[in-house]
């Protein structure tokens, strides 16, 4: 199917995914809106509602208004990236200066295991470690490795990736973005590290660096791509895609009401 381009990519999605089941439905409706209209019944009452479901089916199974929700994100989190860049350190005060690099995890998929989101975040963060002085302090926070073996696990992880053990800190207490910052900037303050390089999802960074901002930090800025490419082939990931944009528009919110931003 891959040969016939978009078409194979519906075609596919109609064997498989939302797109089926849409099709089956209204399928079997209008064999019985058919056969009520050959014997001179009226239509089953609530047909209009039918329809209308299997069209909002239908689009929320396109990513491609996602797609568009998460733009002002995006662009919100390119700005801050360049407005706040990682720099290297200059000569003189600015390279004795204490740093850690911040990642803040995006999930867990097992109480000892972070995400793929969160991984993303890792390897990125440690792109950026590895560009600054040795020395540099990698603090790794993710609620949900709380469990028992959650924290030795993603520990001996970073230990693998190259971080030593005496410059590692992972946290995993926090539960939401304001733990995350709020916890770290005690970290940070305990430790008494001076330069902060934030790293997050391009999605979340406009959220997470409000709140690094409003607990007196103002790191510089790294953003993990964690863009998705755009399609207008139906699937069913679109829904937790939109559920994640939507996530960050109500955190943005929420946490506005709440003072934390």
């Not at 000892?112 to 991984?119: D, H, I, L, Q, T």
């Not at 302090?137 to 790794?140: A, N, S, T």
């Not at 970290?187 to 008494?192: C, G, R, V």
């Not at 997050?200 to 800025?221: I, W």
């Given at each position: 199917?891959?040969?016939?381009?978009?078409l194979?990519l519906?075609l596919?999605?109609l064997?498989?995914?939302?797109?089926?089941?849409?099709v089956?439905i209204l399928?079997v409706f209008?064999?019985?809106?058919?056969?009520?209209?050959?014997q001179?019944?009226?239509?089953?009452?609530?047909?209009?509602?039918?329809v209308?479901?299997?069209?909002?089916?239908?689009v929320?199974?396109?990513?491609y208004?996602?797609?568009?929700?998460?733009?002002?994100?995006?662009?919100r989190?390119h700005?801050?990236?360049?407005?706040?860049?990682?720099?290297?350190?200059a000569?003189?005060?600015?390279a004795?200066?204490?740093?850690?690099?911040?990642?803040?995890?995006?999930?867990?998929?097992r109480?000892?295991?972070?995400?793929?989101?969160?991984?993303?975040?890792?390897?990125?963060?440690l792109a950026?470690?590895q560009?600054?002085?040795?020395?540099a302090?990698?603090?790794?926070t993710e609620?949900?490795?709380?469990?028992?073996?959650g924290?030795?696990?993603?520990?001996?992880?970073?230990v693998f990736?190259?971080?030593?053990?005496?410059?590692?800190?992972?946290?995993?207490e926090a539960?939401s973005?304001?733990?995350?910052?709020?916890?770290s900037?005690r970290?940070?303050?305990?430790?008494?590290i001076?330069?902060v390089?934030l790293?997050?999802?391009?999605?979340?960074?406009?959220?997470?660096?409000?709140?690094?901002?409003?607990?007196?930090?103002?790191?510089?800025?790294?953003?993990a791509?964690?863009?998705?490419?755009?399609?207008?082939c139906?699937?069913w990931?679109?829904?937790?895609?939109?559920?994640?944009?939507?996530?960050?528009y109500?955190?943005?919110?929420?946490y506005?009401?709440?003072?934390?931003?």
């Open positions: 199917m891959r040969e016939l381009g978009i194979g519906w596919k999605s064997l498989i995914g939302p797109l089926a089941l849409i089956a399928l209008s064999l019985i809106a058919h056969r009520r209209r050959r001179g019944q009226p239509l089953p009452s609530g047909w209009t509602c039918i209308s479901v299997c069209l909002l089916l239908f929320l199974s396109l990513p208004s996602a797609y568009l929700l998460e733009r002002p994100l995006i662009w989190a700005k801050l990236e360049k407005q706040f860049p990682v720099t290297p350190p000569t003189g005060d600015e004795t200066l204490k740093t850690a690099v911040l990642v803040l995890g995006g999930g867990v998929t109480p000892e295991m972070p995400n793929a989101g969160s991984f993303t975040r890792i390897d990125r963060g950026v470690w560009k600054i002085p040795p020395g302090y990698f603090i790794f609620g949900g490795l709380s469990q028992p073996g924290a030795d696990w993603t520990r001996e992880y970073l990736r190259g971080i030593p053990r005496a410059q590692l800190i992972v946290e995993a539960l973005t304001h733990q995350n910052i709020k916890l900037s970290i940070i303050e305990e430790n008494a001076e330069k390089v790293v997050t999802s391009l999605r979340h960074m406009p959220r997470a660096y409000q709140v690094a901002k409003k607990n007196g930090l103002v790191p510089q800025v790294a953003c791509l964690e863009e998705p490419e755009l399609t207008f139906p699937s990931q679109a829904p937790l895609y939109l559920s994640a944009v939507l996530n960050e109500f955190g943005l919110a929420g506005a009401l709440l003072g934390w931003l």
